[in-house]
């Protein structure tokens, strides 16, 4: 039986960009295709567990239709696929991915997050060894980027790279907002996306 290797599922209030403040049963994949040095996620364990079992832990927090369903990582894409996506949405929740854009993700996905990060090329994410992985994902409903010196030449090819509905730019790890405040008020067509739960002192 197909199983997924799961770092957590817990429920929270989403933190960051469009759905800021709706709770939010998030599904955390261990694993990912980059190696950013801002990442916060700890990949030395993960959980086996097949589509039901993850979709019977996820409706164990909430069943309205409310509440969003978020694939989020590490990079989900690695593993998400259509079995998965059928058994999450068993009670009508809006299921949400937040992923690096490097690799296509299965139909089905109600909210598409893509957070391409930095590297000498337009449309290219680099690896742990130093390779290059394409942006595969030109296509979301919002695009959220870290704000680091890396970032900075590229934001606004990215914007023309991705179409989306909105773009966020996100300090790093709550250190760097007054530069993205002045970046934002520069250039208007982007919003400011903040680690909200960080402040708040939640997951």
């Not at 939010?24 to 700890?42: E, I």
């Not at 589509?51 to 909430?62: D, K």
């Not at 949400?96 to 090329?121: H, L, M």
Request: charged fraction near 15%.
């Amino acid at each position: 039986m197909h199983t997924y290797h799961i770092n957590e599922i817990f429920y929270s209030l989403q933190g960051e960009g469009f759905h800021t403040g709706q709770p939010a049963v998030f599904v955390r994949f261990a694993g990912c295709n980059l190696r950013c040095p801002f990442c916060d996620t700890d990949f030395s364990h993960s959980e086996p567990m097949t589509a039901q079992q993850i979709a019977e832990r996820v409706f164990t927090y909430s069943t309205d239709p409310h509440t969003l369903i978020v694939l989020t990582g590490g990079e989900p894409s690695l593993q998400v696929d259509n079995q998965l996506i059928k058994a999450l949405h068993a009670h009508h929740m809006a299921i949400a991915i937040e992923t690096n854009g490097t690799r296509q993700i299965p139909d089905g996905i109600d909210w598409v997050t893509v957070s391409p990060k930095a590297d000498d090329s337009v449309t290219t994410s680099t690896k742990a060894d130093g390779s290059v992985t394409p942006l595969l994902l030109t296509r979301a409903n919002e695009v959220k980027i870290v704000f680091t010196p890396q970032t900075l030449p590229l934001l606004d090819h990215w914007r023309s790279t991705i179409q989306a509905d909105h773009y966020f730019l996100q300090p790093c790890s709550c250190a760097n907002t007054d530069e993205v405040i002045a970046y934002i008020l520069a250039h208007p067509y982007w919003r400011l996306s903040l680690q909200t739960h960080k402040y708040l002192h939640i997951r």
